[in-house]
Nanobody, 124 residues
């Protein structure tokens, strides 16, 4: 049974930092690209970042570029999202996902497995 479990969310003031983790089990972790998505209240879920299987390539949404860093530790079956200089508009539930490499990494349909999400709230 595949499980993706996110942690590290919470309440932080604008300008602060959080580090999200996503621990995977039940799948060949190093055979999957990993992505982070987020969903703000009353908005569609949106792509945040992705990292390829060996970590050689990373991609970011324009809204987080330069502030967020994705990384992975294949020995620990874990993917991370370091979030710095947080803004109130970063407030959302953050989801990690496992999927195939490909040009449509920004699309939810590219991903086979999803975590339950972790809430990030950024106050002014």
């Amino acid at each position: 049974q595949v499980q993706l479990v996110e942690s590290g969310g919470g309440l932080v003031q604008a300008g602060g930092s959080l580090r999200l983790s996503c621990a995977a089990s039940g799948l060949g972790f190093n055979t999957y690209s990993m992505g982070w998505f987020r969903q703000a209240p009353e908005k569609e879920r949106e792509f945040v970042s992705r990292i390829t299987r060996a970590g050689a390539r990373t991609t970011y949404a324009d809204s987080v570029k330069g502030r967020f860093t994705i990384s992975r530790d294949n020995a620990k079956n874990t993917v991370y999202l370091q979030m710095n200089s947080l803004k109130p508009e970063d407030t959302a539930v953050y989801y990690c996902a496992a999927g195939n490499s490909g040009p449509y990494y920004y699309s939810e349909e590219q991903y086979n497995y999803w975590g339950q999400g972790t809430q990030v709230t950024v106050s002014t």
